[in-house]
């Protein structure tokens, strides 16, 4: 039945239509946020088909760390674009939003379809337990610097930017010892296990060559409309009467989550459960350990000024009920259907919180 499948890729048409918009109707700025919007989505499309095609060659496990960095290729993009204007808080709301969205949304939105497939759905234990341990750093990461910011007094400004660059290299240093544990030492931890999708269900196998190909045209289009999303969301939320918190928590980070979460939705359908939460949970610990600490030292270089990890007590506080969590539900191994509604329901409470917070 595969010719049957409803196909997203005539909304290509909306790549030309943004650019064009972009170069010769500046002005309309909301019209160019919707169109690269909406542009994102087929090309996310096609960076999880060329990521799927590689899992079956790498394994489920460099699958989804694959994805995970090209995917997040358009968080850092818009991060790095807003660091270069000294858009600090816009940054960290970014960054915050792709925490939650990945480990939230992205991650309940596969166990719900997969489990609405599949009674109940198992993945490997030992790696989903590694990668939690991740996302709990993670939230350390972003709890010390609040919790020094709050009680150190007012020599707190004076030695934060010193704390956070500190911090952001401690990170660096586990993320890279993440990856030698996941990709070296234990990669048989992270493999899992190709095999669950149905015979023929995914077409015809392409190439290594074909794949990479494919996953790198479409991640630079997709960085490309970042860029020109960038440029119109400032004026997009005054026109809607959005905060640019609530716009760079929940706006741009489900458009920066576009290609995880169609990768990691299709691949919960198909009962491949490792895959899905190697994307989902993977991409939350790249941007928290990776993107952040490295837009911290990127900011010494291409910012007004340093940047700090001092995020504020609402974004540490969603960020750190996220990990919990999803922790709680990847721990056992196994997943049905109402704990992706449980993802979902902490998805949206966040969501509301973020809406009502004043700008």
Not at 120 to 148: C, D, K, V, W, Y
Not at 246 to 267: D, K, M, P, Q, R
Request: hydrophobic share 55%.
């Amino acid at each position: 039945m595969k010719h049957l499948r409803p196909s997203l890729s005539w909304l290509l048409i909306c790549v030309p239509i943004a650019v064009w918009l972009e170069y010769f109707a500046p002005e309309r700025q909301t019209m160019i946020f919707f169109f690269a919007c909406a542009a994102v989505i087929p090309l996310a499309g096609w960076m999880g088909r060329a990521t799927e095609h590689l899992a079956e060659h790498a394994g489920e496990g460099v699958g989804g760390l694959l994805n995970a960095t090209f995917g997040n290729a358009a968080e850092m993009i818009i991060a790095i674009m807003a660091l270069r204007k000294g858009l600090y808080p816009v940054v960290k709301a970014s960054l915050t939003g792709s925490i939650i969205g990945n480990i939230l949304l992205v991650l309940g939105a596969s166990v719900l379809v997969g489990g609405l497939k599949h009674k109940e759905q198992r993945f490997n234990p030992t790696a989903a337990r590694s990668q939690s341990t991740m996302l709990f750093l993670a939230a350390i990461g972003l709890i010390a610097p609040a919790a020094f910011h709050h009680i150190a007094g007012p020599k707190a400004l004076l030695l934060e930017g010193r704390l956070s660059f500190d911090i952001s290299w401690v990170l660096l240093a586990t993320y890279v010892c993440g990856l030698i544990f996941t990709l070296v030492t234990h990669k048989e931890l992270f493999s899992g296990d190709g095999g669950h999708s149905q015979p023929g269900e995914g077409g015809p196998s392409w190439s290594i060559k074909k794949a990479f190909g494919v996953l790198a045209i479409a991640t630079a289009a997709v960085a490309w409309m970042s860029e020109i999303l960038v440029g119109a969301v400032e004026e997009t939320a005054r026109s809607l009467g959005m905060t640019e918190v609530f716009i760079g928590v929940v706006v741009v980070a489900i458009i920066g989550n576009a290609a995880e979460h169609s990768t990691a939705v299709l691949a919960a359908r198909r009962n491949r459960m490792d895959l899905s939460l190697a994307i989902a949970i993977g991409s939350s610990v790249q941007i928290a350990i990776f993107v952040a600490p490295l837009l911290v030292i990127l900011s010494y270089l291409i910012a007004p000024r340093p940047m700090d990890l001092v995020f504020t007590v609402p974004e540490v506080l969603a960020v750190t009920v996220a990990v919990a969590v999803a922790t709680q539900i990847a721990s056992d191994g196994e997943s049905n259907w109402l704990e992706g509604v449980q993802l979902l329901a902490v998805y949206l409470i966040l969501g509301i919180l973020f809406f009502f917070l004043p700008g």
